[in-house]
Antibody
Framework: QVQLVQSGAEVKKPGASVKVSCKAS????????INWVRQATGQGLEWVGW????????GYAQKFQGRVTMTRNTSISTAYMELCSLRFEDTAVYYC???????????WGQGTLVTVSS | SYELTQPLSVSVALGQTARITCGGN??????VHWYQQKPGQAPVLVIY???NRPSGIPERFSGSNSGNTATLTISRAQAGDEADYYC?????????FGTGTKVTVL
């Protein structure tokens, strides 16, 4: 079965960087896009960006341009999202999710809590 | 940027029908997807491409999309349907999520 398993919770100081991993299994990693979506406590879903694991091509939400980098290691079916220059308002659960039919998102990871605190 | 507007909350009596709307400019020309999210859990895709149900999603969930409004319908609502629901479209190389609707089953 399709699974996306993310790395554990992180606590970072303002200005630091965080790198979250997402290990895929149960399907061919390079055949589906990986999206990253975040959710602050009590708030809605916010799209961060996407990556094509086959080509490495990426697309980022304008809000995160210049601060986010999405990469992958196809040999271990793992995608990564790095967010730098962290701010208090970046505190959120970050989800990786597989791109599905017609730009839907059909499978989600369990989420990684990133806390930015001084 | 494209915006999707949902009602903040919808209440439905047990066994009755809930309708959740998602408003957007000419949304009828786009593919709309819907997600269910229960507290402390990741979202789950319940409808894709306007009206299609993924495997394992009950037939009680259905969707439609026309003009400036897409609608998720939950028939014969159950207590387990209590959750937040989000619509989503792809626009200008961006995934756009709706504001979210909390569904309460009375």
């Amino acid at each position: 079965q399709v699974q996306l398993v993310q790395s554990g919770a992180e606590v970072k100081k303002p200005g630091a960087s965080v790198k979250v991993s997402c290990k895929a299994s149960g399907y061919t990693f390079t055949s589906y896009d990986i999206n990253w979506v975040r959710q602050a406590t009590g708030q809605g879903l916010e799209w961060v960006g996407w990556m094509n694991p086959n080509s490495g091509n990426t697309g980022y939400a304008q809000k995160f341009q210049g601060r986010v980098t999405m990469t992958r290691n196809t040999s271990i079916s793992t995608a990564y999202m790095e967010l730098c220059s962290l701010r208090f308002e970046d505190t959120a659960v970050y989800y990786c999710a597989r791109g599905g039919d017609s730009s839907s998102v059909d499978y989600w990871g369990q989420g990684t809590l990133v806390t930015v605190s001084s | 940027s494209y915006e999707l507007t949902q009602p903040l909350s919808v209440s439905v009596a047990l066994g009755q029908t809930a309708r959740i709307t998602c408003g957007g400019n000419n949304i009828g020309s786009k593919n709309v997807h819907w997600y269910q999210q229960k507290p402390g859990q990741a979202p789950v895709l319940v409808i894709y491409r306007d009206s299609n149900r993924p495997s394992g999603i009950p037939e009680r969930f259905s969707g439609s999309n026309s003009g400036n409004t897409a609608t998720l319908t939950i028939s014969r609502a159950q207590a387990g349907d209590e959750a937040d629901y989000y619509c989503q479209v792809w626009d200008s190389s961006t995934e756009v999520f709706g504001t979210g609707t909390k569904v309460t089953v009375l």
